[in-house]
């Protein structure tokens, strides 16, 4: 009974590893389809972000951005620089996906909200208040912009052709947009990206702030 359960755990896995590999895949594909150029200040936003999000993890561990710079004998700027192409790819999915979002005119239902946020409780281990007054109450559009984002990844994954798979051709709501040149929204926080897939999907961080200054 333990071998058939270890073996049905391992097959979910695999399953799901092999279906995120795909959905990075085509959300590649479109991205790299678009060329288009990113608003400097949506990019040091991002960077922003990222290091708040630092910061928060950071916090976890009893540290913060200034120790871990010390740590490292690196400065602020050095930090900015490093994160620099990861926020700049991170900035360009998610325009392509808000765009794909836009274009479907998808929606996300109270009930939506609350399940993610139920998850996001269970992952940090705390209550569902706790999580609101993390991300706060005014920033919660940008939880439901998250959301929004990962409708794009399922919508594009479900209608792209990926390792020559059959499927309907691939959106062009994503090429019909571009970014305006103007100073993004500031929004909570996010996590550095790994894959293509990751970098758009984000969770709001807590709202405090750290500095850009060179430490």
Do not use: C, H, W
Request: net charge positive; aromatic share 4%.
């Amino acid at each position: 009974e333990l071998k058939k359960e270890t073996k049905k755990r391992l097959e979910s896995y695999a399953k799901a590893s092999s279906e995120n590999q795909m959905k990075d895949q085509a959300l590649q594909k479109v991205v790299d389809a678009q060329k288009f150029d990113i608003p400097n200040q949506m990019v040091e936003d991002e960077i922003d972000r990222m290091i708040q999000d630092l910061n928060n993890q950071l916090q976890y561990q009893g540290m913060n951005v200034d120790m871990y710079l010390n740590y490292m004998q690196q400065t602020m700027q050095d930090l900015r620089v490093q994160v620099r192409e990861d926020a700049e790819k991170s900035v360009k999915v998610r325009i392509v996906l808000e765009n794909v979002a836009n274009q479907e005119k998808f929606e996300i239902s109270d009930e939506e909200m609350e399940k993610e946020i139920n998850v996001m409780a269970a992952q940090y281990q705390v209550t569902n208040e706790q999580i609101k007054e993390m991300i706060g109450m005014d920033n919660l559009g940008y939880l439901k912009k998250d959301l929004m984002v990962k409708k794009a990844i399922e919508f594009i994954y479900e209608n792209a052709n990926v390792g020559g798979a059959a499927k309907k051709p691939a959106t062009k709501a994503a090429a019909e947009k571009k970014p305006a040149a103007k100073t993004a929204e500031k929004k909570p926080a996010a996590k550095k990206a790994t894959t293509t897939k990751a970098a758009a999907e984000k969770k709001p961080a807590a709202k405090k702030q750290t500095k850009k200054e060179d430490k």
